[in-house]
């Protein structure tokens, strides 16, 4: 059986991977395919394709979007298929983006408050780039100027949700998102769908709403989730008529945990999935 992962990061956002290098590294770990799915870009994808084409790999163009969750947990949509920066989600992206760099700024602001003060050109060079800026980069230099003794530490004490210096970005509806990316050529994935902090039932009834609003899949094969949260996630997926995906979440030294391909040792996504997908893509 062949092996894909459809879920990786990038030095594009809050990885520590240049997207040439994730590419190798699904080489290594024997993928015949790998999407890149940086948050909110698509500019990783060119660099990760030249790559993967050297390589005899295939790339699946993807990226993964922020959204408004319907509980207090966090919720992300994986858009798989889509590389065009011109389109209705290359459009929606480059908004996101913007108001990411404006909550960059006021996070140096609350930190300062907070006496952590940190310079904001120490967390673009922890970046490599401006545009690529997430708080995983505050972490990092909080943790090199002695504040905190780890990345983990940081968003506990500090940048995670309702910690004292969480400041919010923007997001958009769930359902929006599926728009999008229907309108762009692409399907939308909810991504670790446990993170949503719901219980069975709300779980379910959570699933069939975006099943009703043009999501294609769930992502139940993840590196994170027991054998037993895997089967009962694919079984909810296919309940609802959607395709069980799955992926490492790669993050490179943010979760060094975590591997292209096989993610915390024992996940495998079987290439099927890939044409699962693909089948759900909006006819032109």
């Known amino acids: 059986m062949a092996v894909i992962d459809l879920h990786t990061h990038s030095t594009v956002s809050d990885g520590s991977d ?20 940086d948050h909110d870009s698509l500019a990783g994808l060119a660099a990760a394709s030249a790559r993967a084409g050297e390589l005899g790999i295939e790339l699946v163009a993807g990226c993964e979007v922020s959204v408004k969750p ?88 500090l940048l995670g949700s309702g910690a004292p210096a969480y400041v919010p970005k923007a997001r958009v509806e769930a359902s929006r998102v599926a728009d999008l990316a229907n309108a762009s050529g692409g399907v939308a994935v909810l991504a670790h769908p446990l993170s949503l902090g719901l219980g069975p039932a709300a779980l379910d009834a959570t699933i069939a709403d975006l099943a009703r609003a043009g999501f294609g899949g769930l992502e139940a094969i993840y590196s ?39 993610g915390a040792g024992d996940l495998r996504v079987p290439d099927r999935v890939l044409d699962e997908l693909r089948d759900r893509q909006p006819v032109a």
């Open 70 to 157: 319907p509980a207090t947990g966090g919720m992300h949509v994986l858009v798989y298929f889509v590389d065009d920066p011109m389109s209705p989600l290359g459009a929606e992206l480059d908004r996101l983006r913007d108001d990411r760099a404006r909550r960059n700024r006021a996070l140096v602001i609350r930190l300062a408050d907070l006496g952590f003060p940190i310079a904001y050109q120490d967390v673009v060079a922890a970046a490599g780039s401006e545009a690529g800026v997430g708080r995983p980069h505050f972490a990092r230099v909080l943790v090199a100027s002695g504040a905190v003794a780890s990345i983990q530490e940081a968003f506990d004490r």
């Open 224 to 262: 994170r989730y027991t054998p037993e949260e895997r089967r009962t996630l694919t079984a909810l997926a296919r309940r609802h008529g959607l395709v069980a995906t799955g992926g490492s979440d790669h993050h490179g030294t943010f979760k060094p945990d975590l591997t292209v391909g096989t």
């Open 18 to 37: 240049s997207p040439a290098r994730v590419m190798e590294l699904a080489a290594e770990a024997g993928c015949r395919a790998v999407a890149l799915t």
